[in-house]
Nanobody, 121 residues
Framework: QVQLVESGGGLVQPGGSLILSCAAS????????MGWYRQAPGKERELVGS???????KYAGSVKGRFTISRDTAKNTLYLQMNSLKPEDTAVYYC???????????????WGQGTQVTVSS
């Protein structure tokens, strides 16, 4: 059983920073693309940023220049450094990854349980 577990969410004031982490565990052969999504109340889930196995990144326009996505391949961990946070960044943040389990061909699309980020004074 492969799973993703996010951590690092919380309450932060506008202009502040947070780092989210997402650790993959289980019987993993390989991890391809990974990404962060978020969903605010009453809104659809949206892509925040993604990173390929070759470390190519892309970001939503609303976070470009403020957020940085990175990964530690040895630790099977994804990070999201969030700076200059705004109230509109408030949402539940989800980790997503394409994971190939050991002993199987093909990858699974795996989601974490989400972590709440609230930006408020």
């Amino acid at each position: 059983q492969v799973q993703l577990v996010e951590s690092g969410g919380g309450l932060v004031q506008p202009g502040g920073s947070l780092i989210l982490s997402c650790a993959a565990s289980g019987s993993i052969f390989d991890i391809n693309a990974m990404g962060w999504y978020r969903q605010a109340p009453g809104k659809e889930r949206e892509l925040v940023g993604s990173i390929t196995s070759g470390d190519s990144t892309k970001y939503a326009g609303s976070v470009k220049g403020r957020f940085t996505i990175s990964r530690d391949t040895a630790k099977n961990t994804l990070y999201l450094q969030m700076n200059s946070l705004k109230p509109e960044d408030t949402a539940v943040y989800y980790c997503n990854a394409e994971i190939r389990p050991r002993g199987r061909y093909g990858s699974d699309d795996v989601w974490g349980q989400g972590t709440q980020v609230t930006v408020s004074s």
